[in-house]
């Protein structure tokens, strides 16, 4: 249950701050009149499209997956933690016992 908790959490986290950082390079881009069409592999982050005078932003599947990624880095890291937490606890009751 500890390992789910922890990579839902890090899931949103890294999703909203990929989400943040998206659409705050997104907005940069417009504003200079540019554009911009960011992959990692064949998934797409984000794409600013200037087309005449309209201009259209796309956030991609890529943020799913740049959020999905962070999910199980931060239960792998929680794991491990977890795992130090006890071997620490068995030393210490070694010591102490």
Known sequence: MQALRAFALGTVAVGMLAYAVGAAVAVIVQAGSGA?????GPLVLVVVE??????????????????????????????????????????????DG
Do not use: C, E
């Open 50 to 95: 200037r087309t005449g005078a309209a201009t259209s932003t796309m956030f991609g599947p890529g943020l799913l997956a740049v959020a999905t990624l962070g999910g199980l880095v931060n239960a792998a890291a929680a794991a491990l933690l977890a795992r130090r937490a006890r071997r620490r606890a068995r030393v210490m009751q070694m010591i």
């Open 36 to 40: 911009l069409d960011v992959h990692v």
